[in-house]
DNA sequence: CGCCCTGTTGAATCTGGTCAAACTAAGTGG
DNA sequence: CCACTTAGTTTGACCAGATTCAACAGGGCG
């Protein structure tokens, strides 16, 4: 009841620009045969709207959904039923890749706004993979990715304190913009402050106080859920990120940002 | 100067039932002509010895280990020295794939004990993975059962407290030896206070006292580095482990432990 | 217009960190 | 074989940062 499916033909035409599909054989530099090949298996467009759930934890592993517009967050929970946000994903990113050994997800993602996705059966994603060998290597490449971001996210979770966790945020969030060209400097949470604090393994209330901090030191501005950054070196001179290791998003973006 | 190789032909005829390939080609069913072909790529055994690197963050990718016997940690480190360990791999697992997508390491593996591994070049094991197509699928089920594994650890390291921490991981190692066919009840550590604290994110006075505090009620039995596990189900009511998500390790293992 | 959700701020509390010291085990070298 | 060193572990006392509880403000939406 909570899936509203809007199935249109005519989403293949422009799914392999608009969505992760994209990403995932433009860097193998794929031609146009192939890449009609790969729209062939975008099943169907579909659009969540805040809050509606496009798996849980346990299901099936059916699809894989690429993220077109709006954005996500997935979480795991304890037993006892505190939640973690364990990624916000937004246009361009892939969802559901880690059910691959299971076959089963093991995590929930709901929409934090109106979001539209390409959603592709996995069925036909293996047939993909059959025929366009290349595909497997960038899925691994995608996945190497978000172990490195989840191991930087494990070391704020374990190292650092709210101050540092909220620059690192604020920063990383900053590049994922750069790198979608929208402006690095000024955007809009899609995210609760609850939301930020849960991923970031602090109260609320902290974000809140520290957002405040921040303003009253000129680092960034933030009015509710709009945000603009000052001070980038400050930002990254508090965030204390991690060394020689990779950035969270692509290392061309990295340099946007002085050391 | 820290490397010390020990260059041995014959190593390839019993790699691939004792280190991590064997593993990775297993589950597909390979017949021993590619069982065989698998072998060839083995190069080389090594061994380490406690506190020497197999690789540093940022090392160009050139090797994938495979662990014999022994122990390693992994850790990546914020720009003003802290570190976060983010897993201790133990014989059968595979390390450094997550360096695929930007060619170096992206984070420091040490030897906890000595070490016996088997180092394969990435070109071979690239060429290999072309030869058996079910090589990369097998790859991509181990890196799937990484991200689940490392999102369970954020949601430890960012909803548990202290106890939860501590009994959630000794029963993951539990199920890590049970798996390998070692007792689940009683194991020596191959790692100190100070590494568990680490890895956990908490401080090793506080790993000291609840190992003190388990070992009053009656939970566990600890005599520094030998663990004996008294009370499985306490241990698995104070864990409070993911609901419906997967195990930490195999879900065949998980039965050993009563909920 | 008023309700409700989100965000903000204050004050009390507490878990776990930090610092310090004692103790144990395992080497190391004379 | 023993004195000495070193690394690891345990325990106590104190303290700080973050949580919790609570009250309140402001937008957005019915």
Redesign the pocket.
Known sequence: MARQATQEPGCAAISCQSCGLYQLCLPMGLDSADTALLDRYVKRKRTFKRGQVLYRSGDAFTYVYAIRSGSVKTYISTDDGRLQITGFHVPGELLGLNAIDEKRYSCEAVALETTSVCEISVACFEELARQIPSVHYQMLRMMSKEIRHNQELMLLLGKK???ERLATYLLSLSRRFAMRNYSPTQFN?S?????I?NYL?????????I??RFQEEGVIS????HIILKDIKRLNAIAHEPSSAAPLALPLVQALHSR
Chains 1, 2 share one sequence.
């Open positions: 304190n709210a101050e949470l995210m609760s402050r609850g939301d604090g393994g602090i109260a609320e209330e902290t974000v809140s106080r957002f405040s933030s009015e509710r859920r």
